[in-house]
């Protein structure tokens, strides 16, 4: 049985960014990202092994998002904290019990040489 996300668990906002894409004058698309909206989430820190495995290896951390069923959130979405940290959203999961929470598993985007 999988237990829902209480709102009350739900202690961040989150504001969401999408990849648009329109049409250019010479047949092309140019594409940016538009904010379409802010979420309240539970963000999972990684663990300390996860953090150190990451750092050698020059690359970004995976963080779990919980956030209520039905949030429109979708695979390639940015995810930005208010601390200015940014979460590419690698891919969304519903458990067994659609209406217990929605899951994204997001990429910590980290600009080099930042912590």
């Not at 538009?34 to 050698?56: I, M, R």
């Not at 940015?78 to 999961?93: F, H």
Request: with cysteine.
């Amino acid at each position: 049985m999988t237990l829902p996300v209480g709102a009350y668990e739900l202690r961040e906002t989150l504001t969401n960014w999408r990849r648009i894409s329109t049409p250019d004058p010479l047949g092309g698309t140019s594409s940016t990202l538009q904010q379409v909206g802010s979420v309240q989430a539970k963000v999972s820190q990684p663990t300390a092994a996860e953090q150190l495995e990451a750092q050698q290896a020059g690359s970004n951390l995976t963080m779990i998002v919980h956030m209520l069923p039905g949030t429109a959130v979708y695979r390639g979405d940015e995810l930005r904290r208010a601390n200015g940290d940014k979460l590419r959203v690698k891919y969304t999961i519903s458990p067994s019990d659609p209406s217990a929470y929605l899951r994204a598993d997001c990429e910590q985007i980290q600009a080099e040489g930042s912590q």
